[in-house]
């Protein structure tokens, strides 16, 4: 399997970051804004998007996938607004989602998922099964590829996601808390791809887990209640905290003390 | 790729691997071979005259032979249902066959009492149905996935309400031939509502405008066929206006034909 080298390759790039968002907001709800706000670039590399349940991360994912619609401000993906729907679908080829909630095809193999999942991406039907089949390899699934996704434990379902996001290559790579139901192993595992991804493209990773984030991101995006509270290395982040600050490791004190200053007099949880 | 191929001379020094061919030029071959079969077979053949380099390329396809074994993509041209319906749509359109079934076998045994067949009072709000489970955020798991690809949209949900009227039409259309119901007489409305569950989908959601739609049909068509024994909108009378509803959900659908990207969410 060779990935062509196409006119997309070589065409110089019009754009600064593959995400640019400019006092983003999205409202969830009629008094509910899930982003307020957000002024964010983000380019090539690993971006943890780290944040306490509830802080609008899984909502930040969905904008960013083009899945809903920004209130106000403006988002651009490769330098052109997502406002214009027309664009949409010329966007979404070149992005991988992953959804918090993965939701699958029971009676599917994975093979057929991953296969349904590169149609809908609108990849030419030649190069499909070659694509499937990396992808596959990729999150080390390669021995189930016909079983029915019915079969497979909470993990490898989980892989089978991040296989259908990577399966065409994206520019940028959405991943919605996607070490969740994965063991140790295969966490490290999942940490090694992501690092490898995040050569190449523009990887978003949302999680809550601090230590997901020291080892594989190579920037780190602290998100609270719609609001960007920090942008930085994860050595920037492990420097915010001191000692007295709750927490295990230096990046878990760096997290609690920005979070803490955002939270100001409110009730510990 | 480029119509110009490169000569015969470039692609042996190509292949020797000259050290005095410029790397603008070496770019330039191996971009083009990339892309064209016809000068890879030159490739092929040039090299197999040099030692050197067939050495290389078994030592290469040595390597690479045991991962190549253990990976078998799937067979080309496995047939795609996928692409004209889900999974989830199955169970529905199956469900719906079964009502007309039963819509049919009311009208012809059980001494129906009212004025209006069973069949028709259904079958132009079965459809309805088979949207809903073709587009619904809560009927089909992979809904999420499925929005943020490229097909998502109204190429994607036509093409599903497409296969829905294929199965649908011709089962109703046999069920109005049992009952003597005229095909005008359903099948205007059928597409109406369709099509009106469409238009109205790209502003509130397809689940919700069937839903609405579903409620509207109960409350205009069947709840006075059955306590009155009459529905007045499906008279001869009423066709005029089920093809004006026909067309403005099918104008609607094109000038909106957008909005059907994103999901609605609340403004």
Do not use: F, H
């Given at each position: 399997m060779t990935a062509t080298s196409g006119v997309a390759d070589t065409a110089p790039r019009t754009y600064a970051h593959e995400i640019h968002a400019h006092d983003l907001t999205v409202r969830v709800s009629r008094d509910r804004l899930a982003v307020d706000g957000l002024t964010l670039s983000l380019g090539v590399g690993t971006h943890g998007l780290l944040g306490p349940n509830g802080a609008g991360k899984t909502t930040l994912i969905r904008t960013l996938a083009t899945v809903l619609r920004p209130t106000g401000g403006d988002l651009e993906l490769f330098g052109h607004s997502v406002r214009d729907s027309g664009r949409h679908r010329e966007l979404r080829r070149r992005i991988g989602y992953l959804p918090q909630e993965f939701g699958y095809y029971k009676r599917f193999t994975v093979r057929e998922f991953v296969g349904y999942l590169a149609w809908l991406k609108e990849m030419p039907d030649r190069d499909i099964p070659g694509a499937v089949q990396?992808?596959?390899?990729?999150?080390?699934?390669?021995?189930?590829?016909?079983?029915?996704?019915?079969?497979?434990?909470?993990?490898?379902?989980?892989?089978?996601?991040?296989?259908?996001?990577?399966?065409?290559?994206?520019?940028v790579l959405l991943l919605d808390e996607p070490t969740v139901g994965l063991d140790p192993a295969q966490r490290l595992q999942f940490r090694s791809l992501l690092k490898e991804l995040g050569r190449e493209s523009c990887v978003v990773v949302s999680t809550h887990l601090v230590e997901d984030v020291a080892a594989a991101c190579t920037d780190v995006v602290l998100f609270d209640r719609g609001r960007l509270l920090f942008q930085g290395t994860p050595d920037d982040l492990a420097a915010a905290g001191t000692s007295d600050q709750p927490g295990d490791s230096p990046l878990e004190r760096g997290y609690s003390a920005l979070l803490s200053d955002s939270a100001q007099g409110k009730g510990s949880w | 790729m480029s119509a110009q191929h490169p000569s015969d001379a470039l692609v042996r020094a190509y292949t020797r691997g000259d050290t005095d061919l410029p790397a603008d030029r070496l770019w330039a071959v191996e971009a083009h071979l990339e892309g064209c079969s016809g000068c890879r077979a030159r490739l092929a053949a040039e090299a197999g005259g040099l030692p050197d380099v067939t050495a290389l390329l078994t030592t290469v396809r040595d390597g690479l032979e045991p991962g190549l074994a253990a990976s078998r993509p799937a067979a080309r041209g496995a047939r795609r249902v996928t692409a004209w319906t889900t999974p989830v749509m199955a169970p529905w359109l199956a469900t719906i066959v079964a009502v007309t079934a039963v819509a049919v076998l009311l009208d012809r045994t059980a001494r129906w009492s009212g004025g209006v067949s069973p069949v028709l009072l259904l079958a132009p709000a079965l459809p309805l149905a088979g949207v809903a489970a073709a587009w619904t955020r809560g009927l089909d798991p992979a809904f999420e996935l499925t929005a943020a690809t490229p097909r998502a949209g109204l190429p994607l949900l036509l093409r599903r309400t497409l296969t829905v009227l294929a199965v649908l039409l011709p089962v109703h259309a046999t069920a109005g031939l049992l009952t003597g119901v005229a095909l005008a007489q359903w099948l205007l409305p059928s597409l109406a509502l369709t099509a009106a569950?469409?238009?109205?989908?790209?502003?509130?959601?397809?689940?919700?405008?069937?839903?609405?739609?579903?409620v509207l049909w109960s409350a205009a068509v069947l709840a006075p066929a059955v306590t009155l024994g009459s529905a007045p909108l499906l008279r001869p009378g009423g066709l005029p206006g089920w093809a004006g509803v026909l067309v403005l959900g099918v104008g609607v659908l094109l000038a909106r034909r957008r909005a059907y990207t994103t999901s609605p969410g609340p403004r």
């Open positions: 990396r992808a596959v390899e990729r999150v080390g699934l390669a021995e189930r590829a016909d079983d029915r996704m019915k079969s497979l434990s909470g993990g490898m379902v989980r892989r089978v996601g991040i296989a259908q996001a990577i399966v065409n290559d994206p520019a | 569950a469409l238009a109205l989908g790209g502003v509130i959601g397809v689940g919700r405008a069937t839903a609405v739609l579903g």
